[in-house]
């Protein structure tokens, strides 16, 4: 069956396929829910690691095989399974392994479009982390080819399964902060980004996030997951990008820029602000959503809401078991927004875990990951190039 059939926009859809033309048909999967899902996990670095780590802890997920092209970080991967998987040096060893159903991608950025083609090919489902793919035809590619599948394709921008992110965008959707004006977006830390390297030849190989050739930097490891945010709450993807960075601070040899400050352009002339720094931690990860009834700032396990000119809030709820008592908002944190909420990683693979099950298009799926990818690479030319980059058409996907 292919999947090539227009997609009814439904409500729940539509929130979680920001404003995609169309996506898939009817997906399809052979596995039933008694089954356990056996899963092969191709990049074993500090990400597949700590994603096998996850695994280990959710019910009827089996990871059966790992893979890494470093002979050190496969056996690390192998060991932190309790499942004693298959080790491979070859991903394409582990996608011809028939008792494999599904693949996370945790490998470096240029490599995401070609291995989750072949993992397509292969019969794979796919859970592939962040950025989805490097460059505008890698993208367009592993779309076209997606689209043709019956497949489930998750996208690992984490956050967009996270209850509290979900909970918060229906707020906004429903009216909290009034008219959206602004975002203001930072994810900024205090250190070089560099990982140890036991040999000089393994240097590109371990630190590829330096690396042009291989990595989109600070706006495709860090950005992106703020950028699907603003896409996702605005159900609409921007018209145009402007930007600046350099290698200003850790002056060490790395190609990609060590602090990015990026301004994209939405309709109804919303601006997104995005900066990342390595040169100053304070305040972190922060998302910032501007409106005229009031602010929410985001970080990644809480958030809040401050009315706009109000100087005195108070909220009617159940302080002490006495309902109705009043509590006087935090003057430094505003009034909290309150949601149980599992670490976003592991949410995000329970989520892949249903959406396979149940036959069900992720939130966080091709097309919301594909609209994230072009708004990356739209920045890294408006950063590279020194210009303003206009979208021409690239979300038509």
Not at 53 to 81: E, M, Q, Y
Not at 210 to 220: K, Q, V, W
Request: overall charge positive; aromatic content about 8%; proline content about 3%.
């Amino acid at each position: 069956m292919k999947r090539r059939s227009f997609i009814k926009k439904t409500a729940t859809v539509t929130a979680g396929i920001a404003s995609s033309s169309y996506l898939y048909g009817q997906v399809m999967s052979n596995i039933n829910a008694n089954s356990t899902i056996n899963i092969g996990v191709i990049g074993t670095g500090d990400r597949g690691g700590g994603l096998t780590t996850l695994l280990n802890s959710i019910n009827d997920l089996k990871v059966v095989a790992s893979c890494d092209i470093l002979p050190f970080r496969l056996k690390a991967g192998v060991s932190k399974a309790n499942s004693n998987p298959i080790g491979y040096l070859d991903y394409r060893k582990l996608l011809d392994n028939k008792d494999v159903d599904a693949v996370i991608i945790a490998t470096p950025f240029n490599t995401h479009s070609k291995m989750a083609i072949d993992a397509l090919e292969a019969g794979k489902h796919i859970y592939c982390e962040k950025t989805l793919a490097k460059g505008y035809d890698g993208i367009m590619d592993l779309v076209s080819k997606t689209k043709d599948s019956n497949l489930i394709f998750q996208t690992g921008h984490q956050y967009h399964s996270s209850r509290l992110y979900i909970h918060v965008v229906d707020l906004i959707q429903q009216g909290k902060v009034g008219n959206i004006t602004a975002f203001e977006c930072q994810w900024n830390r205090h250190g070089n980004w560099r990982r140890p390297v036991p040999e000089p030849k393994l240097e590109k190989a371990i630190n590829w996030r330096m690396y042009r050739e291989f990595s989109g930097g600070l706006t495709a490891e860090l950005c992106s997951h703020q950028i699907d945010f603003v896409n996702w709450v605005l159900n609409a993807t921007p018209n145009q990008v402007m930007g600046v960075g350099g290698v200003d601070y850790w002056q060490d040899g790395r190609e990609t820029y060590d602090n990015v400050h990026l301004m994209y352009t939405y309709p109804n002339g919303i601006k997104a602000k995005f900066t990342c720094l390595t040169s100053n931690a304070k305040d972190g990860y922060q998302i910032k959503v501007i409106g005229d009834l009031g602010t929410i700032i985001i970080d990644t396990k809480n958030a809040w809401f401050y009315p706009e000119g109000k100087k005195k809030y108070k909220v009617i709820e159940d302080v002490d078991g006495v309902s109705g008592a009043t509590a006087q908002w935090d003057k430094d944190k505003g009034s909290k927004i309150d949601v149980e909420h599992l670490d976003p990683s592991k949410q995000a693979l329970l989520d892949f875990k249903a959406s396979i099950l149940n036959n069900k298009i992720p939130q966080s799926n091709v097309i919301t990951g594909a609209k994230a990818a072009i708004c990356v690479q739209m920045g890294l030319d408006a950063m590279y190039n020194n210009k303003i980059v206009k979208c021409n058409n690239m979300f038509q996907i």
